[in-house]
C-alpha cells in the first residue's frame, strides 16, 4: 500500500474545492455564472417567440462561455497584480523596514 502525501491535511473533495477557491476565487465565480446564465436559458426557452431552437442555444452558449472567460480574465488580472504589484511592493517596504 503507497501513502500518497498531499499538501493539504483533509483531502475530502469539498476542502480541496474550497482551498483552490480561496487560491484563485474567481472560478467560483466563473462557475457560478455558468450556471445562472444556462439556468436563465432554459427558464426564457418558453418565451423565446419565434427564434429557432438552435439560435437560442446558441446565444446562451456564447453568454456562458463569454462569462467564464471574463472570469477566467479578471482572475488572472488579479493574479498577476498580486505577484508583480503587492508582492514586490512589500518586501521593499520589509528591506526599508530593517
Same mark, same amino acid.
Given at each position: ?15 480541496? #474545492?474550497?482551498?483552490?477557491? /480561496?487560491?484563485?476565487? #474567481? !472560478?467560483? !465565480?466563473?462557475? @457560478?455564472? #455558468?450556471?445562472?446564465?444556462? @439556468? ?20 446562451? &452558449?456564447?453568454? @456562458?462561455?463569454?462569462?467564464? !472567460? ?6 488572472? !488580472?488579479?493574479?498577476?497584480? &498580486?505577484?508583480?504589484?503587492? /508582492? ?11
Amino acid at each position: 500500500m503507497s501513502s500518497i502525501i498531499s499538501a493539504y491535511p483533509d483531502d475530502s473533495q469539498t476542502s480541496k #474545492f474550497w482551498q483552490k477557491s /480561496k487560491e484563485s476565487p #474567481f !472560478v467560483p !465565480v466563473g462557475m @457560478a455564472g #455558468f450556471a445562472g446564465i444556462v @439556468a436563465f436559458g432554459l427558464y426564457k426557452m418558453r418565451t423565446r417567440g419565434n427564434t429557432k431552437m438552435s439560435v437560442h442555444l446558441i446565444h446562451m &452558449r456564447v453568454a @456562458a462561455q463569454g462569462f467564464v !472567460v471574463g472570469a477566467m480574465t479578471i482572475g488572472v !488580472v488579479y493574479s498577476m497584480y &498580486r505577484d508583480f504589484y503587492l /508582492k514586490p511592493r512589500e518586501q521593499a517596504k520589509a528591506l526599508m523596514e530593517e
